[in-house]
């Protein structure tokens, strides 16, 4: 019979091996799924995993899509540290798209150089704005925020396409919902002649060292971790809740914003009614799949990326449906909530009948 | 009853290592041991709560497994924990038929009537159980027990959150029962309620038994030693003469209660001198935790002159900031309160430290000075553990007392508040912890004790108080006070109400 003992000390060793158990359950379960599918196994592979790695291009392509990922993930992760459960990332990566792409569009006779920098500061004030709702919210009236920042999605998105049908859709468009395509001044420079890579990528790099530094070194970062793990003993030190609650909720937003505006700056070049493939709700994931660890997060958000593009090479190749893809992030959480229990528990085989 | 060769082992320790014991009809026997002892791990294994590895249970000459707390009762066996399980806005009838399974009816009402008044435990079933005392509430849980006539009954520390009165009450209703049959198994580490109730004596250590003894015949002393191994320094009366300078003023401080049953703070003052130590008095609950908060300044005051520190206005600072003006606390709660479980003691040496001492420079945490002042702490108090690097969680109850302790002595503070410093702590890191008080008294900082430990009060407090439903009794010389006065005003009487009675 197999059992679990309580650990005397939680394993240091299973926190780093628990996320590479699930990744590998995660595979066997998927192809075990194509299996059962039908689709030819060796192919299911070369597809999902080696293909998005084979070139140059299908490499860069692969940190175009895990910049705002990690981006979103580091700031989720100084939240979920300090207990602070913002849900709502994808919405206050919405607005930055909004705030950020609305000057693009209001500065539209204009090409200068401060035309990008403007656009940037008003996507991180928009997402800001975003969070300062549920952060208000709980701060004053002791609300969940877990609630009040999902449901804020729902907002952002439906504002979203009422703008792009309305006042910021393209007056040259024939009533087609999207913007004007931003120009030159307005979009990010490319880092790697040929691609998409923009400069999200090495933001995303200095953002993780930023709050490794914030975290590790700084006593801001100490009363978040204190304030996450033991909260009646960060009053006792002298921490206050609000701030830091404030402090979760605007970091995360202006980061989020960031990135939403990174992305119609860069890839998409417009505003459209859908801008986001879900990456402020992936950024969970990915968030936990590295351990709320600024170097985990990196890791977690390239295999989570990985991920996304593996599906949409499975969809092409394989004729499977792109739902795959949530399919194998849904798993990949799912067996990394199961494999935690190892951190706390060891497996122990005991001869069955010994005991009541 | 008797239990032979009980063994039970938990991950990284042995609780019990092939345990005797054995009761007769009538008898009060006493289980001796300091925490961690294995007294806890024995009686949940008699009463069904956990499995022994080995050993067996004989039950009126027949030998018995007791699968769960429901066989137990089954065969006769009650108990009455050290913590209660009683719903608070239920009332008293309705939380006795909770633990039977039968319906609140008249029938049940009227046995709790003659059962609480044949064992002088006068209780009123109608009554909201939020109402009432710590006292009472042990009442229902001992008249819980009575209704299911049990043959045996065990009593978990049940004088630890009882005023002296309280205490010979029920020790009258005890006795009462021993003679009527029933056999009594009697928790506790407080020898001289032992000496005053228990026939014999079982005395546990480090999981093993040592020894069994007539209390009677042994001295508290002896009785001690057999429970603690080998004799220990145990800190003097000292008298001490303070200074007039005033560190720290409380002034009509009133508090509304902050949460459903807290208890409200009223018109509490205190003058605390350079050079005293004042000990406040009182059973658990009566708003220690309301009044450390309000020091510590994790509550804050709307008037910021009612609490002064040295004589500056403290009452709106925060808890940093009062460690700035020069206010230590330490509250109750060890493991999650006065110290992070999760980090190491290098971190927890920081959490409170880094106001006084300069931990920062230049915004960063500086990991040197940090460590420096954490190897300190536990060399100074003799902190056993695997070095700075440890987890808070992994020290025993006593050594992280010790350091938590230490971490605030060391950071020089003039006023110095700490709420039940021993408590769940063993004698010798109690004694080192009483010790230290008494020596940042005689180096000239104010020391303020909150404790339910009277012993602890009388010994080495200068000065006394007693807090009862968040009043605060006048402030008495410790030497013109015995514990019985102190009883009556952890009860709410005044002195002068005695005098005239």
Redesign the interface.
């Known amino acids: 019979m197999i059992s679990l003992?309580?650990?005397?000390?939680p394993s240091k060793l299973m926190g780093f091996a628990a996320p590479v158990i699930a990744l590998a359950l995660t595979v066997l379960a998927g192809l075990i799924l194509f299996a059962l599918l039908g689709v030819p196994l060796d192919k299911a592979f070369y597809s999902f995993f080696i293909e998005p790695l084979s070139s140059t291009y299908e490499l860069s392509e692969l940190g175009v899509k895990a910049a705002p990922l990690i981006m979103i993930a580091i700031a989720l992760s100084i939240g979920y540290r300090a207990n602070v459960w913002n849900i709502g990332a994808e919405g206050q990566f919405i607005l930055g798209a909004i705030c950020g792409g609305a000057v693009a569009l209001f500065f539209y006779e204009i090409e200068a150089w401060y035309i990008l920098p403007l656009m940037v500061l008003a996507g991180m004030l928009g997402g800001m704005l975003w969070a300062a709702i549920p952060a208000l919210l709980r701060t004053q009236f002791n609300a969940n925020e877990i609630l009040t920042s999902l449901m804020l999605t729902y907002i952002a998105v439906l504002l979203l396409s009422l703008l792009v049908n309305g006042p910021l859709s393209d007056p040259d468009g024939y009533n087609h919902a999207e913007s004007r395509m931003f120009h030159a001044a307005a979009t990010l420079p490319i880092i790697l002649e040929g691609t998409r890579l923009h400069i999200g990528a090495p933001v995303a790099l200095l953002l993780v060292v930023v709050v490794w530094?914030l975290l590790s070194?700084?006593?801001l970062g100490?009363a978040l971790?204190?304030n996450g793990?033991?909260p009646?003993?960060g009053?006792?030190?002298?921490f206050?809740q609000k701030r830091l609650i404030w402090f979760s909720f605007l970091f995360c937003g202006a980061v989020a914003g960031c990135a939403g505006l990174f992305e119609v700056a860069g890839p998409i070049g417009l505003l459209l009614p859908e801008i986001s493939p879900g990456y402020g709700f992936t950024a969970i994931i990915v968030a936990f799949l590295g351990r709320l660890h600024p170097v985990g997060i990196v890791f977690a958000g390239l295999v989570v990326a990985l991920s996304t593009l593996g599906g949409e090479a499975a969809q092409i190749n394989l004729n499977l449906p792109l739902a795959v893809t949530g399919v194998f992030q849904g798993m990949l959480l799912f067996f990394l909530l199961a494999t935690d229990v190892l951190i706390n528990y060891r497996v122990v085989w005991r001869a069955t009948g010994s005991?009541? | 009853m008797a239990m032979r060769g009980i063994t039970k082992a938990y991950?990284?320790c042995l609780a019990n290592d092939a345990i005797d014991l054995k009761l007769e009809a009538g008898q009060i026997h006493a289980l001796l041991g300091e925490n961690g002892a294995g007294k806890s791990t024995l009686v949940k294994i008699l009463y069904g709560l956990l499995?022994a590895d080995s050993g067996s249970i004989e039950w009126c000459g027949k030998p018995v497994?007791i699968?769960s707390p429901a066989s137990a009762r089954e065969l006769g066996i009650a108990l009455v924990f050290q913590h209660f399980s009683l719903f608070e806005s239920l009332s008293v009838l309705e939380n006795i038929s909770l633990g039977m399974a039968v319906a609140a009816n008249r029938r049940l009402e009227d046995k709790i009537i003659e059962v609480s008044s044949r064992y002088g435990l006068p209780l009123d079933p109608s009554r909201q159980v939020y109402t009432l005392s710590v006292g009472e509430r042990q009442r229902i849980e001992i008249v819980r027990c009575l209704l299911q006539s049990p043959k045996l009954l065990i009593m978990d520390e049940p004088t630890s959150v009882l005023t002296p009165q309280e205490v010979s009450d029920l020790f009258v209703t005890l006795r009462r029962l021993a003679a009527e049959g029933v056999a009594i198994l009697y928790i506790s580490h407080k020898l001289n309620e032992i000496k005053a109730l228990c026939s014999e004596a079982t005395i546990l250590r480090g999981g093993k038994r040592v020894a069994s003894a007539i209390p009677d015949e042994q001295s508290t002393r002896s009785l001690a030693a057999l429970m603690m191994g080998d004799e220990i320094e145990v800190p003097e009366r000292e008298s001490r003469t303070p200074s007039n300078k005033v560190m720290l003023q409380l002034d009509n401080v009133s508090l509304p209660a902050t949460e459903l049953h807290g208890v409200p703070l009223t018109d509490i003052n205190l003058s605390l001198h350079a050079g005293e130590i004042v000990g406040i008095a009182g059973v658990a609950g009566n708003g220690q935790d309301e009044l450390m908060q309000v020091i510590?300044?994790?509550v804050r005051l709307l008037n910021e002159h009612a609490l002064q520190i040295d004589g500056k206005p403290a009452g709106a600072l925060?808890?940093?900031?009062r460690?700035i003006q020069g206010l230590c606390?330490v509250?109750e709660?060890r493991l999650?309160?006065?110290?992070?479980?999760?980090?190491t003691l290098s971190?927890n040496v920081?959490?409170?430290a880094?106001?006084r001492t300069g931990l920062?420079t230049g915004?960063?945490?500086n990991k040197t000075k940090t460590n420096r002042f954490a190897q300190k702490v536990i060399e100074q108090f003799n902190v056993q553990c695997n070095g700075r690097r440890s987890?808070a969680s992994?020290l025993s109850g006593g050594n992280l007392q010790k350091f938590i302790v230490g971490r605030e002595i060391e950071q020089q503070p003039s006023v110095f508040v700490v709420s039940q410093p021993t408590w769940g702590v063993d004698a010798g890191a109690a004694a080192a912890i009483r010790k230290s008080l008494q020596a940042m008294a005689n180096a000239g900082t104010a020391v303020l004790v909150v404790s339910q430990d009277l012993d602890e009060l009388m010994l080495i407090s200068d000065r006394i108080a007693a807090l009862c439903a968040g009043q605060l009794s006048s402030v008495y010389l410790t030497t013109d006070m015995t514990v019985q006065h102190l009883g009556l005003l952890m009860g709410g009487a005044s002195i002068s109400e005695e005098a005239t009675a």
């Open positions: 003992q309580a650990r005397v000390e530094v070194r700084t006593l100490f971790k204190v793990i033991a009646r003993a009053l006792y030190a002298g206050t005991r009541a | 991950p990284g499995q497994t699968g510590s300044g994790e925060s808890p940093g900031e460690r606390t509250p709660e999650g309160h006065a110290s992070v479980p999760a980090m971190d920081f959490l409170t880094h106001n920062l915004g960063l945490i987890m992994s």
